[in-house]
C-alpha cells in the first residue's frame, strides 16, 4: 500500500486536482445518499437529480483527467485546451438538465 | 392540439374525447417525441412565412426523417468500416421495403422518427468511441434523449450499448475511450430519461435499465484496476489485487443480495410487459392476451423476413465475416447490433424494422469489400494484361487488403459457385506466402461484378414492387380487381361521414379498438377503446361486451354511456380482417379479465365456426347477431364469403339494439342502443297502442317491453 501511495504522489500537479474535485463530487454523492437514508426519499426527482449530478461531475472529471494526462498515449495529439472546452460544454449540459429535473 | 395550445398545455393536455369515460392522460403516456418534432417542424416553416397546415406537416414528417435516417446510416457504417461501405449501407437502406412500410407519406407513427434517432445515436456512439471525445459524448447524451422522447424501443439502445461495452472489457478492449463513451453517457442518458414525463422514474426503477447501472460499476471497477496497475509494478500490484478482489467481492455480494431482494418483490421482477414478452416469446400469450393479439406482435414467417429485407438476407452474414476482419470496437459492436436485432425481430414481425438498418449496414459493409476486391482485381488484371512486369505486385494497395481479401474470397466462392463452376478453381490458389498476392482471374472478376449489379438490380426491382403494393395502399380505402377495373371499397369513410353527420357531437361510439383512432379522426367522436391500449380492463370490458348475449351486452355498453356500436364485418365481400376472424381475440381479451366468458364455450370441438355447428353461445353472442343480422336477406342463404358456409342462424331479430347504418357493401354496421323504455305497471295495452305510433321500424317485428 505504501508503494501505492508512493506512486500515486509522482503524478503532476494538475492531475492531483483533478483526482481532489472528484473524490470531492463522490464524497457529496455519499452525504446525499445517506441524508436520504435518513430522511426518506419524497421528493425522489430532487434526491436522484442531486445523486446524479454529484456522480456525473465526477465522471466527467475523470474523463478530463483522462484526456488530460500525457502518460496517455491515446490523447497524444488532443490538446488540453479542447478537453476543458469538452469539460465545460458537458457539464454545462448535465447541469441544465440537473436544474430542469431539480425543481 | 399542439399547434394549438403550446408545449406547456400539451404535456398537461388530458383527453377525454378517447377511452371514454377514463380519458387518457396524453402527457404521462405518450412519447412525445414525434409531436414535438412535427410541431417544431410546423412551427419553424410557418415562422419562414410558408403556409403548410399541420396535416401536411405530419403526412410528410416520416418521409423526410426516413431521408435522414439514410444518412446517419451512412455516418454509421463510415465510422465503423470507410466511406465505401457508408454509400453502400446509405443506399440499400433507402429503398429496404421493411422501412418504407413504417415510413410511408401519411403513415405519422413513433417509428419513423424514431428509427433515424436509433441509428443516429448509435453513429455518436461508435463516433465517440473512435475518437474518445466528450464532445461526441455529450451529444450521443442528447441523441439518447430524443430517442427516449420517441419511441419505447429505446431500452433497446440502453442494453445493448452496456452489452457491448461488457464485451469489449471482457475481449480485453478495454481503453479510456470506452470509458469516456459509456460513462458520461448513462449519468446524462438516465438523467434525460427520467425528464421524459412517460419514463419517469421508470429509469432508474425497473429492471429494464439496471444493466446500464451494473456495467457503469464494472466499467468503473476496471478502469480503476488498470490506473493501478499503471502505477505499481507486477508484483505489487499482485498483491494488491488479491486484497482488492477480496475486499471487492464481498460488497459485491451484498449490494446483489440487496438488488435481488428488491427486484424479485415485485410480482414481474420489475420488466414491463412489453419487455417480459421480448425476452420470453411465449410471456405473452399466457399473461397479456391483448399484446399477443396484435398481428404485428406475432412472429415472423420466413417469407416475411426475404419480403422485408430481400436479398439482405444472405448479404448479411458476409457482412458479419468482413466485420471480423479488421475487428474493431465499431465493428464488434456492429455484429452485436445484429445479432441482438435478428434475436428480437425472430419475436416479434414489428421489430423488423429495426433488424432493418443493421441488415443494411452489414450488407453494405459485405458490398462494398466485394467490390473493392472484384475491381482490384480488375485492375490488376488490365495492368498486368498491359504491363507483364510483376513490379505490379507490390503495389501498395494491394498489400494492404491482403488479409481481406482472403475471407472475401470466400464469400466469392459461395456465391458464384451457384453460378459459375469454373471459378471455384481459381479460389483454391488462396494466399499461402505474404507477397504473394491472390487475385481473381479477370474473367471470373467481371462475372462476379457484373452479377452483384444484377444482385442489386433485382434488390431494387422488389423494393419498388413492395413499396408500391404492399405498403402503400392507405388502409382505409381498399381496393380490388376486377373485370371492370379496379373497384374501390370506399365503407369505412362511408361510415365514418355517416356517424359525422347523423349523430350528435357527445355520442359515443363503441366498437373494437383497431377503428379507435380512425373513428376519432374521420367521425369525430368519442370512442371506448382505441390503438393505443392502454388499459387492458377497458378493452376487456368491451371484449365481453361483444361476446355476450344481448341483454347483458346491452347493459355493459349502458354503464359505459354508449349510443352506438359500430362492427365491421366482411362476409358479404369476402374482406378477411373483420370483427367476426377477431373475434376470439375478443373472447380470450375478455376472458382474461371475466371469468365468466370462457374460450370453449365459443368453440365446438376446438374450432371455431359459425355456422350450423356452433355453439349456442357463438349463436347468441352480440358480435355474431350485429354481424349477421339480416345477412339472409342478401342471398336467401346467408353464404359467408369469407368462412366459406352458410351462417348458422340465419333469421332472428334484435331485441335491444336496432340497426341504424350499413355501408354500402356491408363492410361496417352501426346499431344504436335502444333507450330503455319506462316501466309502467300493467297497462299493456297502452304500451302497445303508444309504441305503435313511435314505432318507425320495419314491419314484421314481434312487440316486446324493450320497444
Known amino acids: 500500500i505504501q508503494s501505492l501511495t508512493k506512486a500515486y504522489a509522482a503524478t503532476p500537479t494538475n492531475l492531483k486536482i483533478i483526482d481532489l474535485y472528484v473524490v470531492f463530487a463522490v464524497a457529496t454523492a455519499l452525504v446525499q445518499v445517506v441524508y436520504m437514508g435518513i430522511v426518506g426519499s419524497f421528493p425522489f426527482n430532487s434526491f436522484l437529480s442531486g445523486v446524479l449530478s454529484c456522480i456525473g461531475t465526477a465522471v466527467l472529471g475523470v474523463c478530463l483527467r483522462i484526456q488530460v494526462n500525457k502518460d496517455n498515449k491515446e490523447f497524444k495529439d488532443l490538446p488540453p485546451e479542447r478537453a476543458f472546452a469538452d469539460f465545460v460544454l458537458c457539464n454545462l449540459v448535465l447541469h441544465l438538465v440537473i436544474m430542469n429535473f431539480l425543481g | ?707
Open chain 2, 1 to 707: 392540439f399542439l399547434s394549438k395550445n403550446g408545449i406547456y398545455e400539451f404535456w398537461n393536455w388530458f383527453d377525454d374525447r378517447t377511452w371514454y369515460p377514463l380519458g387518457r392522460v396524453i402527457g404521462g403516456t405518450v412519447y412525445p417525441g414525434l409531436t414535438l418534432t412535427a410541431g417544431s417542424i410546423w412551427w419553424f416553416v410557418n415562422a419562414l412565412n410558408i403556409p403548410l397546415s399541420v396535416e401536411t406537416v405530419c403526412v410528410f414528417t416520416a418521409p423526410i426523417f426516413s431521408a435522414i435516417a439514410s444518412w446517419a446510416t451512412y455516418l454509421l457504417t463510415k465510422e465503423a468500416k470507410g466511406t465505401g461501405a457508408g454509400l453502400m449501407a446509405a443506399a440499400i437502406l433507402a429503398m429496404v421495403p421493411s422501412y418504407i412500410s413504417r415510413s410511408v407519406a401519411g403513415s405519422y407513427d413513433n417509428e419513423a422518427v424514431a428509427i433515424f434517432a436509433l441509428v443516429f445515436t448509435f453513429y455518436l456512439y461508435v463516433k465517440t468511441l473512435n475518437t474518445g471525445s466528450l464532445f461526441y459524448a455529450t451529444l450521443n447524451a442528447l441523441s439518447y434523449f430524443y430517442m427516449v422522447c420517441s419511441w419505447g424501443g429505446y431500452t433497446f439502445i440502453i442494453n445493448l450499448i452496456p452489452m457491448h461495452v461488457l464485451l469489449c472489457i471482457v475481449t480485453g478492449r478495454y481503453s479510456s475511450r470506452l470509458y469516456i463513451a459509456y460513462a458520461p453517457l448513462v449519468i446524462l442518458g438516465t438523467l434525460l430519461a427520467a425528464l421524459v414525463p412517460v419514463v419517469g422514474f421508470n429509469a432508474v426503477l425497473t429492471s429494464e435499465h439496471f444493466a446500464s447501472f451494473l456495467v457503469f460499476i464494472i466499467l468503473h471497477v476496471v478502469a480503476f484496476v488498470y490506473y493501478i496497475k499503471g502505477l505499481l509494478t507486477p508484483r505489487l500490484f499482485k498483491m494488491a489485487m488479491t486484497l482488492v478482489i477480496t475486499v471487492g467481492l464481498a460488497v459485491c455480494f451484498a449490494v446483489v443480495a440487496i438488488l435481488v431482494a428488491l427486484v424479485a418483490s415485485s410480482p414481474t421482477k420489475g420488466w414491463s410487459g412489453r419487455s417480459l414478452s421480448l425476452l420470453d416469446p411465449t410471456y405473452a400469450s399466457k399473461y397479456i392476451p391483448i399484446i399477443a393479439s396484435v398481428s404485428e406482435h406475432q412472429p415472423p414467417t420466413w417469407p416475411s423476413y426475404f419480403m422485408d429485407i430481400n436479398v439482405l438476407a444472405f448479404l448479411v452474414p458476409a457482412g458479419i465475416i468482413s466485420c471480423f476482419l479488421p475487428l474493431s470496437d465499431a465493428s464488434s459492436f456492429m455484429v452485436l447490433y445484429l445479432v441482438t436485432a435478428v434475436y428480437f425481430s425472430g419475436v416479434m414481425v414489428r421489430l423488423m424494422l429495426v433488424l432493418a438498418p443493421a441488415a443494411c449496414i452489414l450488407s453494405g459493409i459485405a458490398l462494398s469489400s466485394a467490390f473493392d476486391v472484384l475491381t482490384r482485381s480488375m485492375k490488376f488484371q488490365l495492368s498486368k494484361l498491359f504491363d507483364d512486369g510483376p513490379a505490379i505486385v507490390r503495389s501498395s494497395k494491394n498489400e494492404k487488403t491482403e488479409k481481406s481479401e482472403a475471407a472475401p474470397k470466400e464469400k466469392q466462392s459461395k456465391k458464384n459457385r451457384r453460378k459459375d463452376k469454373e471459378v471455384t478453381e481459381s479460389v483454391s490458389v488462396k494466399p499461402k506466402k505474404e507477397k504473394r498476392l491472390s487475385v481473381l482471374p479477370l474473367e471470373a472478376s467481371i462475372v462476379s461484378t457484373l452479377l452483384l449489379i444484377a444482385l442489386g438490380g433485382f434488390y431494387v426491382v422488389h423494393c419498388v414492387w413492395a413499396a408500391a403494393e404492399a405498403y402503400s395502399a392507405p388502409s382505409i380505402v381498399l381496393t380490388s380487381r376486377s373485370r371492370e377495373g379496379l373497384h374501390v371499397f370506399d365503407d369505412f369513410r362511408e361510415a365514418y361521414a355517416w356517424l359525422s353527420h347523423n349523430t350528435d357531437v357527445d355520442d359515443k361510439v363503441a366498437s373494437w379498438w383497431d377503428y379507435g383512432y380512425q373513428t376519432t379522426a374521420m367521425a369525430n367522436r368519442t370512442v371506448i377503446v382505441d390503438n393505443n391500449t392502454w388499459n387492458n380492463t377497458h378493452i376487456a370490458t368491451v371484449g365481453t361486451a361483444m361476446s355476450s348475449p344481448e341483454k347483458a351486452a346491452w347493459e355493459i355498453f349502458d354503464s359505459l354511456d354508449v349510443k352506438y356500436v359500430l362492427v365491421v364485418f366482411g362476409g358479404l365481400v369476402g374482406y378477411p380482417s373483420d370483427d367476426i376472424n377477431k373475434f376470439l381475440w375478443m373472447v380470450r381479451i375478455g376472458g382474461g379479465e371475466f371469468p365468466h366468458i370462457k374460450e370453449p364455450d365459443y368453440l365446438r370441438d376446438g374450432q371455431y365456426r359459425v355456422d350450423a355447428q356452433a355453439t349456442p353461445t357463438m349463436l347468441n353472442c352480440l358480435m355474431y347477431k350485429l354481424c349477421y343480422y339480416r345477412f339472409v336477406e342478401t342471398d336467401g342463404k346467408g353464404f359467408d364469403r369469407v368462412r366459406g358456409y352458410e351462417i348458422g342462424k340465419k333469421h332472428f331479430k334484435l331485441t335491444h339494439f336496432e340497426e341504424v347504418f350499413t355501408t354500402h357493401h356491408w363492410m361496417v354496421r352501426i346499431y344504436k342502443l335502444k333507450p330503455q323504455k319506462n316501466r309502467i305497471r300493467g297497462k299493456l295495452k297502452k304500451l302497445k297502442s303508444s309504441s305503435k305510433t313511435s314505432s318507425t321500424l320495419a314491419a314484421g317485428r314481434k312487440k316486446n317491453p324493450w320497444q
